[in-house]
C-alpha cells in the first residue's frame, strides 16, 4: 500500500461507510473532550473529532495506513500503530469505529469497544453486514442507492486494507448488538452498512 496522503480535501471524501460516519459523528455528546478513532485507516474520524474540540487517539495494525494519518493534520490526535485487542488505552468519551467489525470476531470487537468508553460516553459505529435473501428489497434498493450516490458524489477509495464481503449478516450483527450492548440503537442502513449508536450509563 502507498504511504502516500491523499489529495484528497477531507470535505471532498466520501464513500458508503463516510456518509454514515458524518451523521453520527455531527451529534456528538456535548460533554465529550476526548475520543477514539479504532481502525482509524488514515484519519477521517479522527480529524472530524479533533475539529469539533477533542483529544484524539487514532489507532490502526496497519502502519502504512497511519503512515498517511500522520502526513495530514494531526493537531490534537495521538496515532498508534497497534492491533485494538492487545493496546490498552485510557476510556474516551468517544469511541468511533468505521467499517473495521467485519475484520473480527463480531462480539468480541464490540466488547473491545465498549470498555473504551467511559462513564456517558459514547460509541459509535459504522459497520458493514452481509445481506441474505430475506433482505432482497434492502439489495434492490441499495443498488439504486449506490448508483445515484456514485453520480452525485462520486466514490473516494481509501487505501487500507479491506475484507469483503463482510462474515456477518445483519441479523448475525444485531444480535451481537443486543447481547453486547444492551439499549443500542441499532440501524440497518442501505449500501450495506448499519450504524450502533450506545450510551454508556454516567454510573457504571
Given at each position: 500500500?502507498?504511504?502516500?496522503?491523499?489529495?484528497?480535501?477531507?470535505?471532498?471524501?466520501?464513500?458508503?461507510?463516510?456518509?454514515?460516519?458524518?451523521?453520527?459523528?455531527?451529534?456528538?455528546?456535548?460533554?465529550?473532550?476526548?475520543?477514539?478513532?479504532?481502525?482509524?485507516?488514515?484519519?477521517?474520524?479522527?480529524?472530524?473529532?479533533?475539529?469539533?474540540?477533542?483529544?484524539?487517539?487514532?489507532?490502526?495494525?496497519?502502519?502504512?495506513?497511519?503512515?498517511?494519518?500522520?502526513?495530514?493534520?494531526?493537531?490534537?490526535?495521538?496515532?498508534?500503530?497497534?492491533?485494538?485487542?492487545?493496546?490498552?488505552?485510557?476510556?474516551?468519551?468517544?469511541?468511533?469505529?468505521?467499517?473495521?467489525?467485519?475484520?473480527?470476531?463480531?462480539?468480541?470487537?464490540?466488547?473491545?469497544?465498549?470498555?473504551?468508553?467511559?462513564?456517558?460516553?459514547?460509541?459509535?459505529?459504522?459497520?458493514?453486514?452481509?445481506?441474505?435473501?430475506?433482505?432482497?428489497?434492502?439489495?434492490?434498493?441499495?443498488?439504486?442507492?449506490?448508483?445515484?450516490?456514485?453520480?452525485?458524489?462520486?466514490?473516494?477509495?481509501?487505501?487500507?486494507?479491506?475484507?469483503?464481503?463482510?462474515?456477518?449478516?445483519?441479523?448475525?450483527?444485531?444480535?451481537?448488538?443486543?447481547?453486547?450492548?444492551?439499549?443500542?440503537?441499532?440501524?440497518?442502513?442501505?449500501?450495506?452498512?448499519?450504524?450502533?449508536?450506545?450510551?454508556?450509563?454516567s454510573d457504571a
Open positions: 500500500m502507498s504511504s502516500a496522503p491523499s489529495s484528497v480535501p477531507d470535505n471532498r471524501r466520501f464513500n458508503h461507510t463516510i456518509r454514515y460516519q458524518q451523521q453520527l459523528l455531527a451529534q456528538l455528546p456535548e460533554h465529550a473532550a476526548t475520543g477514539i478513532d479504532a481502525g482509524c485507516g488514515e484519519g477521517l474520524a479522527a480529524r472530524t473529532m479533533a475539529r469539533a474540540g477533542l483529544t484524539v487517539t487514532g489507532i490502526d495494525v496497519d502502519e502504512p495506513s497511519i503512515e498517511r494519518a500522520l502526513a495530514q493534520d494531526s493537531e490534537r490526535i495521538t496515532y498508534i500503530v497497534g492491533d485494538i485487542f492487545s493496546t490498552d488505552l485510557e476510556p474516551a468519551d468517544v469511541v468511533y469505529s468505521g467499517a473495521m467489525l467485519h475484520h473480527m470476531d463480531i462480539e468480541e470487537g464490540l466488547e473491545r469497544l465498549k470498555s473504551w468508553v467511559a462513564p456517558g460516553g459514547r460509541l459509535c459505529i459504522v459497520g458493514a453486514a452481509r445481506a441474505t435473501w430475506r433482505d432482497l428489497h434492502r439489495e434492490v434498493g441499495a443498488s439504486i442507492a449506490d448508483k445515484a450516490f456514485a453520480l452525485v458524489k462520486g466514490s473516494w477509495q481509501h487505501g487500507s486494507p479491506t475484507a469483503w464481503p463482510p462474515p456477518h449478516t445483519y441479523r448475525d450483527v444485531q444480535a451481537a448488538a443486543a447481547k453486547v450492548l444492551p439499549g443500542a440503537e441499532y440501524k440497518s442502513q442501505l449500501l450495506w452498512r448499519y450504524t450502533i449508536v450506545w450510551d454508556r450509563p
